[in-house]
């Protein structure tokens, strides 16, 4: 199946330091979403986009859905230890006429304190 | 309190044994999902589900199978086909076509 290339594929940062990572792809999608999982649990959606160019915030955490539809890039701002996790990034291709989504290989973060 | 849960959290299965994990949800969605993954890396779709007796295979169906009699429900099984079945095992539900999906907390199968 069709898969998003996600980068980086790892990050080791400080504590305080700002994070980013995106996805991207040479298909066009109709909406965006980002998730974080913890070990051992399910994802948790972070933040959902639906319209080229939109930006969203949720806390520390800011996304933004590409002006081309083939892109989008989460910021974490002032990273703390309880960010550490995987991150993943999902598209639903415009083409498509289900639900079904298109997931990222994920980002590992970790956060040295 | 509203959402997805999945059970076992662990399983084991023998060789040639199938195994039937459970997937239910209560926010009234009419699309479920299974989603297979694996260590280091993304989610890979098994099968999804509409709407109630009727799904569609995703990317990995082979060696799987599922039923939706029910639109809270949605189990999979695990046949004994599915040479590498180890893995972790997310069900996942939206609303409809565009909404976002949510996930449960997981499955992981585990071959003695």
């Known amino acids: 199946g069709q898969q998003l290339n996600q980068s980086p594929q790892s990050m080791f940062i400080q504590e305080g330091e700002d994070v980013s990572m995106n996805c991207t792809s040479s298909s066009i999608f109709n909406t965006w979403l980002w998730y974080k999982q913890d070990p051992g649990e399910g994802p948790v959606l972070l933040i959902a986009?639906?319209?080229?160019?939109e930006l969203t915030s949720n806390g520390r955490l800011t996304a933004q859905f590409g002006i081309t539809r083939k892109d989008s890039f989460l910021n974490i701002s002032a990273s703390i230890p309880s960010d550490v996790g995987i991150y993943f990034c999902?598209?639903?291709?415009?083409?498509?006429?289900?639900?079904?989504?298109?997931f990222g290989q994920g980002t590992t973060l970790q956060v040295k304190p | 309190d509203g959402g997805i849960t999945q059970s076992p959290k662990y399983l084991f299965r023998k060789e040639g044994q199938n195994v039937t994990l459970s997937c239910e949800q209560n926010?009234?969605?009419?699309?479920m999902y299974w989603y297979r993954q694996d260590p280091g890396q993304g989610l890979r779709l098994i099968y999804y589900s509409q709407i109630v007796n009727d799904f569609q295979k995703g990317d990995i169906a082979e060696g799987y199978s599922v039923s939706r009699e029910k639109k809270e429900s949605f189990p999979l099984t695990v046949t004994s086909a599915q040479k590498n079945p180890t893995a972790f095992y997310l069900c996942a539900s939206n609303s409809g076509r565009f909404e976002t999906q949510y996930f449960g907390p997981g499955t992981r199968l585990l071959v003695l």
């Open positions: 926010l009234n969605h009419d699309a």
């Open positions: 986009l639906y319209k080229a160019g």
């Open positions: 999902a598209g639903q291709l415009l083409s498509s006429n289900t639900g079904k989504l298109i």
